[in-house]
């Protein structure tokens, strides 16, 4: 998936959040943002979102102060969905179609990206918790079923911090395949990295990798060769969030999407309104008319 002109200001927002997060002082604030208006000219739009934000926060993350300047941001989004899992894993185990409804809060996690919106609260969080129940799923939730179990090994690709709680909610319905949950290799954004995978005990349930990338989504030529034989191995893939979309949407593999559109970039591409909660195969594009909603 190609950027687009409307991504531009989403990749100032994201940096100007890195900078009011670890940066105090107003003049060296706008002597980083500078630096970053300046960095703009240098995106390719003909490469990926992720692509384009890899390479600005590269280049900011050598004039901050810390390589992971969402890292307090991330441990409170933990701290949040750790005390939410205990009720949700109940609603779910209780549920007429558990892995349905697993897949459905995982999906209601992917809300926590920073990268997407900046000014999430805790209201907006409660109330998608509230409607994730009855939230329909478009895309191809009964090929998704097959697929689980049909599957040998599993590649689960991790998205934020915070949604890799419910992740593991989902990862509990697919015990019977090997399951192995990737993670960045890097800081980026609020992306879920290895602490993150650990902070929601992961290691109890699959095996723990990272990509040894540090895009905000998984650009395989950037992913370290470990990796990339995992991806080509794997029996089935599990990609979460618009980050692992807008990287792989073009790939010929065995996998599937799950994520909320949040953008109009991502609904165009996707060919699913704003707001959707998307269980699919393989897109490449379509038209929303064409798009089956699953309960």
Known sequence: MKSSMDCIPCFVRQATDAVSMTVSGDEERKRLMRNVLEWMSDIDLETSPPAAVQMIHRRLRGLLPTIDPYRVAK??????AARLIPSIRKRIVESFDPLTMAV?????????????????????????LQS???????????????????????????DNAG?????????????????????????????????????????????????????????LDDCSEDFRRRFEEAEL????????????????????????????????????????????????????????GLS
């Not at 949604?163 to 890097?186: N, Y």
Request: net charge negative.
């Open 75 to 80: 441990d409170r989004q933990n701290n949040l």
């Open 104 to 128: 459905r809060y995982a999906i209601t996690g992917n809300i926590i990206d920073l990268g997407a919106k900046n000014n999430l609260g805790l209201g907006d969080i409660y109330a998608e």
């Open 132 to 158: 994730a129940p009855m939230q329909p799923i478009f895309g191809d939730l009964e090929t998704f079923r097959h697929a689980v179990a049909g599957a040998g090994t599993i590649l689960y690709l991790a």
């Open 163 to 219: 949604e890799i709680f419910f992740d593991r909610l989902l990862i509990e319905q697919l015990q019977g395949p090997k399951i192995t949950i990737v993670v960045r290799g890097k800081p980026v954004i609020n992306d879920a990295t290895r602490e993150d995978a650990l902070a929601a005990k992961l290691e109890d349930i699959a095996e723990i990798i990272d990509n040894g990338s540090d895009a905000p989504g998984t650009l």
């Open 237 to 292: 893939i599990i990609a979460k969030g618009q980050g692992n979309f807008e990287t792989l949407s073009d790939i010929s593999r065995n996998v599937f999407f799950l994520f909320r559109t949040k953008c109009p970039v991502i609904s165009r591409h996707s060919g699913y309104a704003v707001g959707t909660y998307v269980a699919a195969h393989g897109i490449t594009g379509g038209n929303q008319s064409q798009r089956r």
